[in-house]
């Protein structure tokens, strides 16, 4: 799931797929990494 997660959201930021979806495409592909990797494990909150 996680690596699903992170390729959608390289994905969109690459292809600029947020722009006009989101006000801060920058901190909505932050967060989304930074949850995925909570949600690995690999970070704790």
Same mark, same amino acid.
Do not use: N
């Given at each position: 799931m996680a690596w699903t /997660?992170?390729?959608g959201e390289v994905?969109? %930021?690459l292809f600029v797929q947020l722009k006009g979806?989101? /006000?801060d495409a920058?901190?909505?592909f932050d967060f989304a990494?930074?949850?995925t990797v %909570?949600?690995?494990?690999f970070l704790s909150s």
């Open positions: /997660q992170l390729f994905g969109s %930021e979806a989101v /006000q920058d901190a909505s990494v930074v949850a %909570e949600f690995v494990g």
